[in-house]
């Protein structure tokens, strides 16, 4: 059993940053590798990073490349995403999951096995 909190989130205007903070329980921290989505409403569930359980190897989804970078910190047992360049669209509900079983740095959500109840970013035009 995994628990996952999302922080960090709140209001900014376009073109501001923003980093977001995912704390985990537990002490098996280093054997998921972990992943950032973010819903809008009336949109489905998309992905936004990921990283792998040593931290070597992430993935991007396009629209955050140059603009996002994803994080983690095993001994703290904490992920992050720094968010830089907001834009409007950037605005979402943002998740942080966790999966025990890839071997590689999943985008897809039925991919993940753990998930945080999400934090709002808001980014003003």
Same mark, same amino acid.
């Given at each position: 059993?995994?628990?996952?909190? @999302?922080?960090? !989130? !709140?209001?900014?205007?376009? +073109?501001?940053?923003?980093?977001?903070?995912?704390?985990?329980? +537990?002490?098996?921290? =280093? #054997? $998921? %590798?972990? +992943?950032?989505?973010?819903? %809008?409403?009336?949109?489905?569930? @998309?992905?936004?990073?990921?990283?792998?359980? !040593? !931290?070597? &190897?992430? #993935?991007?989804?396009?629209?955050?490349?140059?603009?996002?970078?994803?994080?983690?910190? #095993?001994?703290?047992?904490?992920?992050?995403?720094?968010?830089?360049?907001?834009?409007?669209?950037? &605005? %979402?509900?943002? $998740?942080?999951? %966790? =999966?025990? =079983?890839?071997?590689? /740095?999943?985008? @897809?959500?039925? @991919?993940?096995? $753990?998930?945080?109840?999400?934090?709002? /970013? &808001?980014?003003?035009?």
């Amino acid at each position: 059993q995994v628990q996952l909190v @999302e922080s960090g !989130g !709140g209001l900014v205007q376009a +073109g501001g940053s923003l980093r977001l903070s995912c704390a985990t329980s +537990g002490r098996t921290f =280093s #054997n $998921y %590798a972990m +992943g950032w989505f973010r819903q %809008a409403p009336g949109k489905e569930r @998309e992905f936004v990073a990921a990283i792998s359980r !040593g !931290g070597i &190897t992430t #993935n991007y989804a396009d629209s955050v490349t140059g603009r996002f970078t994803i994080s983690r910190d #095993n001994a703290k047992k904490t992920v992050y995403l720094q968010m830089n360049s907001l834009k409007p669209e950037d &605005t %979402a509900v943002y $998740y942080c999951a %966790a =999966s025990n =079983s890839l071997r590689r /740095v999943g985008a @897809e959500v039925d @991919e993940y096995d $753990y998930w945080g109840q999400g934090t709002q /970013v &808001t980014v003003s035009s």
